[in-house]
């Protein structure tokens, strides 16, 4: 069993629809949660990151980490074509900075 | 000019070859970090260096070496490269964090086939 899964999509939605890309996870102790996007034929992006448990918004994006349940989500409002990516979680425990598990990644487009 | 470059971009081998990626970065980073990707298995870490004197082996080290030249330069070599080597391979660096979030920078990749 994979440490961390992620649904491969792809999801498909329309411009301005609000998206919900998800992933749940094995580890306990996992604090880190990020989220990760990568355009066709580039290296991934660091989106955000939120430490332990709650939620963190920056502009139309925001990460949620709910660790009873070991499952963490990205919320995107009023999506848009240039979304269009794969949308990598990832995750690392407190002391292994350098040891970041990923999740295969969620295709997604935005149809305009 | 992009902070972490990857060379080649593109690479068609055959098996039993010897063959380098190279990777450069201009960040002044410290850390720096080889992965590879695969479709469905997302990336996992090769190999990682602290700094010129300090290489670790990652999940999947097994018929990779690597060099770090520098400390802006990180090198992976497939000795003899097999079919199951194709995937994308990435380069990423980071700063080390401190009392600050570790975070890495990955480089645009390498697509690497295996015939």
């Known amino acids: 069993q994979k440490e961390v899964e992620q649904d491969p999509g792809p999801l498909s939605v329309p411009e301005g629809a609000i998206v919900s890309l998800n992933c749940t996870y094995s580890?306990?102790?996992?604090?880190?949660f990020m989220w990760y996007r990568q355009y066709s034929r580039k290296g991934p992006e660091l989106l955000m990151y939120?430490?332990?448990?709650g939620n963190k918004e920056d502009g139309r994006f925001t990460a949620q980490v709910d660790k009873s349940s070991k499952y963490i989500s990205l919320f995107i409002r009023d999506s848009q074509p240039s979304d269009s990516a794969t949308y990598l979680c990832a995750m690392r425990t407190m002391d292994s900075s350098y040891k970041l598990i990923f999740g295969s990644g969620t295709r997604l487009l935005v149809r305009p | 000019d992009a902070d972490v470059t990857q060379t080649p971009r593109n690479r068609i081998t055959k098996t039993g070859k010897r063959i380098m990626l190279e990777c450069s970065q201009t960040?002044?980073?410290?850390?720096m970090y080889w992965y590879r990707q695969d479709p469905g298995l997302g990336l996992q870490l090769i190999y990682y260096s602290f700094d010129v004197k300090d290489i670790n082996k990652g999940e999947i080290s097994d018929g990779y070496s690597v060099s770090r030249q520098a400390q802006a330069k990180f090198s992976l070599s497939l000795e003899s490269a097999i079919p199951n080597q194709t995937a994308l391979y990435f380069c990423a660096t980071s700063s080390g964090g401190g009392l600050s979030f570790d975070t890495q920078y990955f480089g645009p990749g390498t697509r690497l086939t295996v015939l």
């Open positions: 939120t430490y332990s448990s």
């Open positions: 960040k002044g980073h410290d850390r």
């Open positions: 580890n306990s102790a996992f604090q880190y």
